[in-house]
């Protein structure tokens, strides 16, 4: 199964780049090294100019894929949440109880991909990006526009696959999606108080009590 999941290059919205980074060796190295500056600068620090740098690059060659820094932002972003997505779907795919799937579920939100090597992307990279600059590209001024043209349905479609299993278990609960949300972003908000505010933790940056946390928090909600 990782195998399979190791070649596939996941899809997101065509309105997040100008041109398909994948289509030429240059937008491969944008957004494989991109992904790495950003992982190791933040996205207060990094610029097209210094990743230019780093590939042997011009920024406007950078210009011609992305628009911007945030539209790159939001990209590996998106691309982290339809792997995630690959990765429920395969894990589940033989899983008939529901319990076991929303397990599964939660903690692909809690503790990231359970298949960790891709081809293309550095699942593991994106995770750190998303739990430390995702946000970032949310709570913007042009986050309405954004939503309305469809570059979030990543996100979207992932949890609406964890919406279903609860609606699945528990047909008269009324919040599922809300439920969902909740847990997807407070999870990468507590793993990234883990790791640089844990005191305001029970659990420290590499226990599975986090998971045992929303898995009850989840499911007596749902009772």
Sequence with gaps: MESILKKIRV?????LFLKDPFSSELGVLIVQEGSQL??????????FKKLGGKIGSTEAAIYRYFENKHKL????????WAWLEH???????????????????????????????????DPEILRSIVINESIK????????????????SQV?????RISSIITELNPDYLYPKTLVSTILESSLLQTFNSQ????????????????????????????
Excluded: C
């Excluded at 899809?11 to 309105?15: A, D, I, L, M, T």
């Excluded at 932002?73 to 982290?80: G, K, Q, R, V």
């Design 137 to 152: 590209g949310f709570l913007t001024k042009e986050v309405d526009l954004e939503h309305e043209s469809g570059i979030f």
């Design 73 to 80: 932002l939001l990209y590996l972003s998106a691309w982290y």
């Design 87 to 121: 990765n429920l779907v395969f894990v589940t795919a033989n899983q008939a109880d529901p319990v076991a799937r929303l397990s599964i579920a939660i903690r692909l939100l809690v503790e990231g991909p359970i298949y960790k090597q891709n081809d293309f992307l």
């Design 156 to 160: 979207y479609k992932f949890g609406d």
């Design 196 to 223: 640089h505010l844990p005191g305001m933790l029970d659990a420290g940056p590499d226990s599975k009590d986090r998971f045992q946390f929303f898995y009850q928090l989840v499911t007596k909600a749902i009772q």
């Design 38 to 47: 950003i992982q190791e600068l933040g996205m207060e620090h990094f610029t």
């Design 11 to 15: 899809e997101v919205n065509s309105k």
